[in-house]
């Protein structure tokens, strides 16, 4: 059988480098569509001889690598890993089309970037092994740092030093948990190793509660500063507004922070000294964010400013589904990171189009867009009103299970949230009048509409976004099945 | 014979006397015969030793030592000319582009 | 029985014409307006026909279900309720698109508009159909994004797109609450059923859930010191939504404002559908809250204020889609205070609250159509600068009186005989009297029966300000199309005559639709003691037409004769004047104070300030460690001699180190 888990992740990085070698702007993007494209169907066919009704590995390949270290290079999948490699699987080949025609960034560089990116966010979802798990994790900072300080706005270098330092610093503590795993699992077992899984199981058998609670937090702090989550998000507003917009979607499919939460965080869980204490922690962090974030979002003048805040508001509602600890919560938790991801595609780019045709973000000097631009607004109109909640599309789904199945456990979280809702409508709302609507701003000047290759990535998110909102199950069935295992051991454990 | 607490002491006047003029001076030539008078007391002393114990290892020693000594100078003195080639001067105070 | 297998192409059939509307319309003659015309009229053929059917054999309800996904499903529930509602919405629906074709017929965005109302009214007729709770609750969202979309039709008019955003974000609170509602009934569940959901059964389904009442009525908490019912709270967190949509005290602020739209839109929304929904939510889970304590008694004083204060701000509005819009906000408030007579009457209140939104929905489509017919003939809404529009515009004239007459309520008193209004809010005052007479509170009839006075007076203000009298500008006007006289003609007669023919066949109609349930013994799980009819006094049977007459006669006096000069009444300086014209300073107080104030200044701006501080945290470790950095640096001097120091300096510190050291030992 095809080792498809090292191809999915190495033909990426592979036509990284060949991108990097070419000459042209149109070989670039064709060794990068091209790679992009074979990494898509490998992933449909992976997909689509998917089990979704077990929640084990599937497609695991294993090898030794570093015996006397216990260290193997292990891969798989499983419902928490599954619908996030499709969502980059398909997201990254529509944002080579969406900069196909962009002559300030298209470039071998910029594309060869996009695929390592692409590779290294893939490889940190199918690792079994903490080793493989962190080295894949630390290279997703690479391409990012470069596309934030290379085509970045003007406040590139501060926004791209700043991500990456923040967020480093918290995977070295992410690091320092591993490490306090690995070490106490060794002296406990004999042997050194370090499988996920394996860490994991030996976690309940560690005598010290406080030794328990320190590793579980500090591998908490390294996941939740990635989600990110109030108060450790000022990197994100930052970094996800300098960006470039495919930097921008590349920040929003990098969502290894919140899967962090389902493969490292739940199962280990009921096992931590103060399980009722994590609870509290994680569902008030998470209600928090939500109030937190749309609240400045509603504050924003700028656009992309606006979205990034809308998105550490949405982040929210995957923490607070984590801390509802019903399997349909933590699978709406789960939705949400894989409905987010589409979503906040289309936000971003949006806002890029709007930012190229008429050189501003600020909301208040755009204004009635719609008028110029009819089929940009058809679709940011659907993108909104699915960022803002509304049924039928996917927000909606992965929203309503997270409140719905958190409030058995963490109901007043759940209030907080629901206040927030409104909020969220509000500050959409808002942008869309003032940016698309009313009188036309002359000032503007000529603008043109979206070109076909815009239109042909953002309409195919679009009804993705529409045939998931519609008809969940493809991505929330394997979910659930995942889901219900991890918690049935808190059952066990009477958490 | 002579005692060997006078090679000592005469080692430790011509290290004093290289130390003082590797620190007073500004001029790198200077500095560079200044280290090598350093490196001479040491052999001062590691010859005396080698006669004191009738041991042969410390006369070995101080051969390494000049030739390594005979290197350093020759690269030293390279550095200096090409110094000397671009800026017009040796005084190694002035050479601080790389400081901070 | 065809008829009921195809009872899921009602909503599919309009959703389809959006689609094909949205993006095929541009090619097909009028903006693609065919393409809903005939998939609503095909939806109102088959609703008409399951009513038929249901008519017949009213306990065989349609019923059809799908798994959707987890543990919620897709279904379809038409019980007399939704069938009437259904037939209602698709038929009124149908004749207001064939209106539209020839009002909108200069607009060049003809297709997008036919594309959203194909839109609107499938997202309503799902919502009737719903089985279970939350899928009315997506339909219920959808009505908003449509109204939303076509309340801003005219996007390019700056007031047309605040109206379109205030009116999605004011019904958007009541959604929520709704929401929270479905959140919190949900975890009742799931408490009733210990975490164990039983297999196979979608428990939100509403014959699910009302099976759970008994079990879900004694869950309680204490709030602020009192035993609450959760049902209760359930129950008044739906009524929320209900607020929100049916425009109720104090969520009506945005239906006013909503007559930014085009006046069909306007038609559609007040008249027919969206506002409709929130009264038949309520309907539609009527068993839960006649089970709930408290819950009716709130509905029945909110209803019955509504009616009142939406009353007074119609008489002295000048615009004449605003006095229908606060004509519209007030006959709401009947039919909400119809339901909550529930309290008293049990599920007869259903039946007393649908009739009248039934009737309501003709006069009130009529009315908008034909003040449609007066301002596309004279490009005006400003009724101060009409006058004698009757003499140019008979036809719309005689419908619009018709409906006039309808709202107003004319008619004999102890008969069949009268206007369909009449009919129909009749019984909503006298159960008030009931109310009144059983519980002891009698506000809400004095709040009813004075807002049938002012209903009257200010809708023939309306048609004697802008049909009688002299023209006050000249404006110079003509007869509509027949494609929009026609649909007028046809709602008239309904107004007219729809009260009479069915009046007691739509009562039993309704009533069986609780048949499987036992009313009477929910009503004691609530505390409600039913009443029964008992011999009003004959004042009490003859009261609303003499207040209606009496608005007309003074409206005549005021507006015709001019027997009563107006200008000491109506200047800036009348206290009750201002405040009414100033609408009770609703905008200044929701809009400028909460929203913008506390919100907006408030709450954001205080967020964005503590931001920055939470950023300046992070920059300022960053900069506290560079300059750090920089300060320590400063000890390589590049200086040779300095190192060389340093070396020497190390050096003899050692020696005097191990000379202590060899000492010690």
């Given at each position: 059988m095809l080792p498809i888990l090292s191809l999915i992740v190495l033909i990426p990085i592979l036509f990284s480098a060949v991108t990097f070698l070419t000459k042209t702007k149109e070989q670039a993007r064709i060794s990068a569509l091209v790679g992009t494209l074979i990494t898509l169907v490998l992933t449909l066919y992976m997909y689509f001889s998917f089990d979704s009704t077990t929640a084990a590995m599937q497609f695991e390949e294993m090898?030794?690598?570093?015996?006397?270290?216990?260290?193997?290079?292990?891969?798989?999948?499983?419902?928490?890993?599954?619908?996030?490699?499709l969502l980059n699987a398909i997201v990254i080949p529509l944002l080579i089309i969406y900069t196909w025609d962009d002559v300030r960034s298209a470039s071998n560089r910029f594309y060869g970037l996009m695929l390592a990116m692409q590779g290294a966010v893939i490889g940190v979802f199918v690792s079994l092994d903490f080793f493989v798990f962190y080295i894949f994790w630390e290279l997703t900072l690479v391409p990012l740092f470069f596309m934030v300080n290379i085509w970045g706005g003007s406040n590139k270098k501060h926004a791209g030093i700043k991500f990456f330092i923040y967020t480093h610093v918290a995977s070295l503590v992410m690091l320092l948990g591993i490490f306090g795993l690995y070490f106490n699992a060794w002296a406990l077992t004999g042997s050194p190793n370090m499988g996920?899984?394996?860490?994991?199981?030996?976690?309940?058998?560690?005598?010290?509660?406080?030794?328990?609670?320190?590793?579980?937090?500090?591998?908490?702090?390294?996941?939740?500063?990635?989600?990110?989550?109030?108060?450790?998000?000022?990197?994100?507003?930052?970094?996800?507004?300098?960006?470039?917009?495919?930097?921008?979607?590349?920040?929003?499919?990098?969502?290894?922070?919140?899967?962090?939460?389902?493969?490292?965080?739940?199962?280990?869980?009921?096992?931590t000294a103060t399980p009722s204490l994590m609870i509290t922690i994680m569902g008030a962090l998470g209600a928090v964010s939500i109030l937190y974030g749309a609240f400045l979002a509603l504050a924003q003048k700028d656009l992309k400013r606006m979205i990034a805040y809308s998105s550490i508001s949405h982040m929210g509602y995957v923490t607070l589904g984590c801390a509802g600890l019903v399997s349909l919560s933590v699978s709406g938790a789960m939705f949400q990171q894989f409905s987010h991801g589409l979503i906040m595609s289309i936000m971003f780019m949006s806002c890029g189009v709007i930012q190229t045709a008429t050189g501003t973000r600020i909301i208040n000097n755009l204004g009635g867009l719609a008028q110029k631009m009819p089929k940009l607004t058809v679709i940011m109109v659907l993108g909104f009103m699915a960022s803002l909640g509304l049924p039928g599309l996917t927000g909606f789904i992965a929203?309503?299970?997270?409140?719905?199945?958190?409030?058995?456990?963490?109901?007043i979280y759940v209030i907080i949230a629901l206040l927030a809702i409104v909020i969220t409508a509000a500050y959409h709302l808002w942008a869309l009048q003032r940016a698309m609507f009313g009188t036309f701003n002359e000032k503007l000047g000529e603008i043109v509409d979206i070109s076909s290759y815009q239109t042909l990535s953002m309409g195919i998110i679009a009804l993705l976004i529409l045939y998931f909102g519609l008809y969940p199950s493809p991505v929330l069935d394997m979910m659930i099945t995942n889901s219900e295992k991890i918690v049935s051991l808190m059952a066990v454990m009477g958490v | 014979m002579i005692p060997l607490n006078w090679y000592l002491g005469l080692s430790a006047i011509v290290f004093s006397i290289g130390l003082y003029g590797f620190m007073s001076q500004k001029n790198g030539i200077r500095m560079l015969m200044c280290v090598e008078l350093m490196l001479n007391s040491a052999n001062i002393n590691l010859v005396a030793f080698s006669s004191y114990n009738d041991d042969m290892t410390g006369q070995v020693f101080a051969l390494f030592s000049i030739a390594i000594a005979a290197a350093e100078a020759a690269v030293g003195f390279a550095i200096l000319m090409s110094i000397y080639r671009m800026r017009d001067m040796i005084d190694v105070d002035k050479l601080n582009i790389l400081r901070w | 029985m065809a008829m009921e297998n195809l009872a899921f192409l009602i909503p599919l059939l309009p959703a389809l014409a959006f689609v094909l509307t949205f993006f095929l319309g541009?090619?097909?003659?009028?903006?693609?307006?065919?393409?809903?015309?005939?998939?609503?009229?095909i939806s109102c053929v088959i609703s008409l026909a399951i009513t038929v059917g249901l008519l017949q054999n009213p306990e065989h309800f349609v019923t059809q279900s799908v798994h959707w996904f987890a543990i919620l499903n897709l279904g379809i529930l038409i019980d007399p309720l939704a069938a009437v509602m259904l037939s209602m919405v698709s038929f009124v629906s149908l004749l207001i698109h064939i209106y539209a074709v020839g009002y909108m017929s200069h607009d060049p965005a003809k297709p997008r508009y036919f594309a959203e109302t194909a839109l609107f009214t499938a997202a309503m007729l799902g919502l009737i159909l719903s089985d279970n709770i939350l899928q009315l609750f997506i339909c219920w969202e959808l009505v908003g994004l449509s109204s939303y979309l076509l309340i801003g039709f005219w996007f390019h008019k700056p007031g047309a797109a605040s109206a379109a955003k205030k009116a999605f974000l004011t019904t958007r609170v009541g959604d929520v609450m709704f929401l929270a509602g479905i959140v919190l009934l949900f975890s009742d569940i799931f408490t009733v059923f210990n975490g164990n959901l039983p297999e196979g059964v979608y428990v939100l389904q509403f014959n699910e859930m009302f099976k759970l009442i008994p079990d879900l009525v004694a869950i309680n908490s204490t709030i602020l010191g009192m035993e609450v019912s959760h049902l209760t709270l359930v129950t008044l967190l739906f009524f929320g939504g209900a607020v929100g949509k049916s425009g109720q005290f104090p969520l009506h602020v945005w239906l006013p404002d909503a007559m930014e739209g085009p006046t069909t839109v306007s038609a559609l929304i007040h008249a027919a559908t969206m506002v409709t929904a929130g009264v038949y939510l309520v309907a539609r889970t009527f068993p839960m809250f006649i089970a709930a304590p408290d819950s009716l008694m709130v509905v029945a004083y909110l209803g019955a204020f509504t009616a009142l204060f939406a009353a007074t701000m119609g008489i002295v509005m000048n615009d004449l889609k605003r006095v229908l819009a606060y004509s519209t906000v007030?006959?709401?408030g009947y039919m909400v205070l119809g339901l909550g007579l529930g309290a008293v009457i049990g599920a007869e209140a259903v039946g007393v609250s649908m009739f009248h939104l039934i009737n309501h929905a003709f006069f009130k489509a009529l009315l908008f159509l034909c003040a449609g017919s007066v301002i596309h003939a004279v490009g005006t809404h400003d009724m101060r600068l009409l006058g004698g529009v009757g003499k140019v515009m008979p036809i719309t004239f005689a419908t619009m009186t018709a409906a006039a007459l309808a709202l107003a309520g004319f008619g004999i008193p102890g008969t069949s005989l009268g206007f369909s209004g009449f009919l129909s809010k009749d019984p909503i005052i006298e159960g008030a009297y009931l109310f009144a007479e059983s519980t002891g509170n009698w506000l809400p009839y004095l709040f009813a029966i004075s807002a049938a006075f002012l209903t009257s007076l200010y809708i023939f203000r309306l048609i004697f300000m802008t049909f009688t009298g002299k023209p006050r500008t000249d404006y110079g006007g003509h007869e509509s199309p027949s494609s929009m006289t026609v649909p007028l003609a046809i709602l008239a007669i309904l107004a007219v005559v729809f009260g009479a023919l069915t009046r007691t066949s739509f009562y039993h109609f309704i009533e069986d639709n609780f048949v499987h349930l036992d009313i009477e013994a929910l009503a004691e799980l609530g505390g409600y003691h039913l009443a029964h009819h008992g011999h009003e006094p004959l004042l009490v049977l003859w009261m609303p037409l003499i207040v209606a007459v009496a608005g007309l006669v003074i409206a005549y006096l005021i507006y015709n004769r001019r027997v009563v000069d107006m200008s000491s009444i109506v200047s800036r300086n009348n206290p009750v004047y201002k405040l009414l014209y100033n609408r009770y300073y609703q905008h200044q107080i929701f809009v400028e104070f909460f929203s913008i104030k506390i919100?907006?200044?408030?709450?954001?701006?205080?967020?964005?300030?503590?931001?920055?501080?939470?950023?300046?945290?992070?920059n300022g470790t960053s900069t506290l460690l560079i300059e750090a950095g920089d300060s320590l640096r400063k000890f390589q001097t590049g200086v040779i001699q300095h190192y060389a120091a340093a070396v020497v300096a190390g050096v003899g510190l050692l020696v005097i180190l191990i000379k202590l050291v060899m000492e010690v030992f």
């Amino acid at each position: 059988m095809l080792p498809i888990l090292s191809l999915i992740v190495l033909i990426p990085i592979l036509f990284s480098a060949v991108t990097f070698l070419t000459k042209t702007k149109e070989q670039a993007r064709i060794s990068a569509l091209v790679g992009t494209l074979i990494t898509l169907v490998l992933t449909l066919y992976m997909y689509f001889s998917f089990d979704s009704t077990t929640a084990a590995m599937q497609f695991e390949e294993m090898a030794n690598w570093i015996p006397s270290l216990g260290i193997s290079y292990h891969l798989g999948v499983d419902g928490v890993s599954m619908p996030l490699i499709l969502l980059n699987a398909i997201v990254i080949p529509l944002l080579i089309i969406y900069t196909w025609d962009d002559v300030r960034s298209a470039s071998n560089r910029f594309y060869g970037l996009m695929l390592a990116m692409q590779g290294a966010v893939i490889g940190v979802f199918v690792s079994l092994d903490f080793f493989v798990f962190y080295i894949f994790w630390e290279l997703t900072l690479v391409p990012l740092f470069f596309m934030v300080n290379i085509w970045g706005g003007s406040n590139k270098k501060h926004a791209g030093i700043k991500f990456f330092i923040y967020t480093h610093v918290a995977s070295l503590v992410m690091l320092l948990g591993i490490f306090g795993l690995y070490f106490n699992a060794w002296a406990l077992t004999g042997s050194p190793n370090m499988g996920i899984d394996h860490l994991i199981s030996q976690f309940q058998f560690f005598e010290s509660g406080i030794l328990r609670d320190a590793i579980f937090l500090a591998l908490l702090f390294g996941f939740i500063v990635k989600l990110p989550v109030v108060p450790f998000h000022s990197w994100l507003p930052d970094a996800y507004s300098e960006a470039p917009t495919a930097g921008s979607v590349l920040f929003i499919l990098l969502k290894i922070g919140g899967y962090g939460l389902f493969r490292v965080m739940l199962p280990m869980l009921p096992f931590t000294a103060t399980p009722s204490l994590m609870i509290t922690i994680m569902g008030a962090l998470g209600a928090v964010s939500i109030l937190y974030g749309a609240f400045l979002a509603l504050a924003q003048k700028d656009l992309k400013r606006m979205i990034a805040y809308s998105s550490i508001s949405h982040m929210g509602y995957v923490t607070l589904g984590c801390a509802g600890l019903v399997s349909l919560s933590v699978s709406g938790a789960m939705f949400q990171q894989f409905s987010h991801g589409l979503i906040m595609s289309i936000m971003f780019m949006s806002c890029g189009v709007i930012q190229t045709a008429t050189g501003t973000r600020i909301i208040n000097n755009l204004g009635g867009l719609a008028q110029k631009m009819p089929k940009l607004t058809v679709i940011m109109v659907l993108g909104f009103m699915a960022s803002l909640g509304l049924p039928g599309l996917t927000g909606f789904i992965a929203e309503f299970l997270v409140l719905t199945f958190s409030f058995i456990n963490v109901p007043i979280y759940v209030i907080i949230a629901l206040l927030a809702i409104v909020i969220t409508a509000a500050y959409h709302l808002w942008a869309l009048q003032r940016a698309m609507f009313g009188t036309f701003n002359e000032k503007l000047g000529e603008i043109v509409d979206i070109s076909s290759y815009q239109t042909l990535s953002m309409g195919i998110i679009a009804l993705l976004i529409l045939y998931f909102g519609l008809y969940p199950s493809p991505v929330l069935d394997m979910m659930i099945t995942n889901s219900e295992k991890i918690v049935s051991l808190m059952a066990v454990m009477g958490v | 014979m002579i005692p060997l607490n006078w090679y000592l002491g005469l080692s430790a006047i011509v290290f004093s006397i290289g130390l003082y003029g590797f620190m007073s001076q500004k001029n790198g030539i200077r500095m560079l015969m200044c280290v090598e008078l350093m490196l001479n007391s040491a052999n001062i002393n590691l010859v005396a030793f080698s006669s004191y114990n009738d041991d042969m290892t410390g006369q070995v020693f101080a051969l390494f030592s000049i030739a390594i000594a005979a290197a350093e100078a020759a690269v030293g003195f390279a550095i200096l000319m090409s110094i000397y080639r671009m800026r017009d001067m040796i005084d190694v105070d002035k050479l601080n582009i790389l400081r901070w | 029985m065809a008829m009921e297998n195809l009872a899921f192409l009602i909503p599919l059939l309009p959703a389809l014409a959006f689609v094909l509307t949205f993006f095929l319309g541009k090619k097909l003659p009028s903006g693609g307006a065919i393409i809903p015309i005939v998939a609503i009229a095909i939806s109102c053929v088959i609703s008409l026909a399951i009513t038929v059917g249901l008519l017949q054999n009213p306990e065989h309800f349609v019923t059809q279900s799908v798994h959707w996904f987890a543990i919620l499903n897709l279904g379809i529930l038409i019980d007399p309720l939704a069938a009437v509602m259904l037939s209602m919405v698709s038929f009124v629906s149908l004749l207001i698109h064939i209106y539209a074709v020839g009002y909108m017929s200069h607009d060049p965005a003809k297709p997008r508009y036919f594309a959203e109302t194909a839109l609107f009214t499938a997202a309503m007729l799902g919502l009737i159909l719903s089985d279970n709770i939350l899928q009315l609750f997506i339909c219920w969202e959808l009505v908003g994004l449509s109204s939303y979309l076509l309340i801003g039709f005219w996007f390019h008019k700056p007031g047309a797109a605040s109206a379109a955003k205030k009116a999605f974000l004011t019904t958007r609170v009541g959604d929520v609450m709704f929401l929270a509602g479905i959140v919190l009934l949900f975890s009742d569940i799931f408490t009733v059923f210990n975490g164990n959901l039983p297999e196979g059964v979608y428990v939100l389904q509403f014959n699910e859930m009302f099976k759970l009442i008994p079990d879900l009525v004694a869950i309680n908490s204490t709030i602020l010191g009192m035993e609450v019912s959760h049902l209760t709270l359930v129950t008044l967190l739906f009524f929320g939504g209900a607020v929100g949509k049916s425009g109720q005290f104090p969520l009506h602020v945005w239906l006013p404002d909503a007559m930014e739209g085009p006046t069909t839109v306007s038609a559609l929304i007040h008249a027919a559908t969206m506002v409709t929904a929130g009264v038949y939510l309520v309907a539609r889970t009527f068993p839960m809250f006649i089970a709930a304590p408290d819950s009716l008694m709130v509905v029945a004083y909110l209803g019955a204020f509504t009616a009142l204060f939406a009353a007074t701000m119609g008489i002295v509005m000048n615009d004449l889609k605003r006095v229908l819009a606060y004509s519209t906000v007030s006959q709401l408030g009947y039919m909400v205070l119809g339901l909550g007579l529930g309290a008293v009457i049990g599920a007869e209140a259903v039946g007393v609250s649908m009739f009248h939104l039934i009737n309501h929905a003709f006069f009130k489509a009529l009315l908008f159509l034909c003040a449609g017919s007066v301002i596309h003939a004279v490009g005006t809404h400003d009724m101060r600068l009409l006058g004698g529009v009757g003499k140019v515009m008979p036809i719309t004239f005689a419908t619009m009186t018709a409906a006039a007459l309808a709202l107003a309520g004319f008619g004999i008193p102890g008969t069949s005989l009268g206007f369909s209004g009449f009919l129909s809010k009749d019984p909503i005052i006298e159960g008030a009297y009931l109310f009144a007479e059983s519980t002891g509170n009698w506000l809400p009839y004095l709040f009813a029966i004075s807002a049938a006075f002012l209903t009257s007076l200010y809708i023939f203000r309306l048609i004697f300000m802008t049909f009688t009298g002299k023209p006050r500008t000249d404006y110079g006007g003509h007869e509509s199309p027949s494609s929009m006289t026609v649909p007028l003609a046809i709602l008239a007669i309904l107004a007219v005559v729809f009260g009479a023919l069915t009046r007691t066949s739509f009562y039993h109609f309704i009533e069986d639709n609780f048949v499987h349930l036992d009313i009477e013994a929910l009503a004691e799980l609530g505390g409600y003691h039913l009443a029964h009819h008992g011999h009003e006094p004959l004042l009490v049977l003859w009261m609303p037409l003499i207040v209606a007459v009496a608005g007309l006669v003074i409206a005549y006096l005021i507006y015709n004769r001019r027997v009563v000069d107006m200008s000491s009444i109506v200047s800036r300086n009348n206290p009750v004047y201002k405040l009414l014209y100033n609408r009770y300073y609703q905008h200044q107080i929701f809009v400028e104070f909460f929203s913008i104030k506390i919100i907006y200044e408030g709450l954001a701006l205080a967020g964005f300030y503590s931001d920055k501080m939470l950023d300046w945290l992070v920059n300022g470790t960053s900069t506290l460690l560079i300059e750090a950095g920089d300060s320590l640096r400063k000890f390589q001097t590049g200086v040779i001699q300095h190192y060389a120091a340093a070396v020497v300096a190390g050096v003899g510190l050692l020696v005097i180190l191990i000379k202590l050291v060899m000492e010690v030992f």
